[in-house]
């Protein structure tokens, strides 16, 4: 099939070519475009209600102290971070 599309001809097993006409070429790549990349769908948001999105925030004193002790691993705290909470910014 990829030597029909890219080369206009194929090699058969009895060793003959077969070359393909430019009309069975053009259905050829058609059809194979058609299966191998389909055509994209376009989504049509324009009549779906929008939903609120909602975020969970866990904001406990135990989440907290874990981020802390992640950013201080990761040596993204200023000293004394720990302590006052505030975190380097870049």
Same mark, same amino acid.
């Given at each position: ?20 006409e ?13 299966? $191998?990349?389909? +055509? %994209?769908?376009? =989504?049509? !948001? $324009?009549?779906? +209600? %929008?939903?609120? =999105?909602? !975020? ?24 004394g ?5 505030d975190?380097?910014?870049?």
């Open positions: 099939m990829w030597q029909i599309i890219t080369q206009g001809h194929v090699a058969l097993p009895t060793g003959r070519t077969w070359i393909v430019p009309r069975d070429w053009l259905e050829t790549v058609k059809w194979f475009y058609e299966y $191998a990349d389909p +055509p %994209r769908q376009r =989504v049509d !948001v $324009a009549g779906v +209600p %929008r939903a609120p =999105v909602g !975020v969970k925030h866990d904001l406990s004193d135990d989440a907290v102290a874990n981020l802390l002790n992640i950013l201080a691993g990761l040596g993204a705290l200023q000293p971070a720990k302590e006052s909470g975190a380097q910014t870049e």
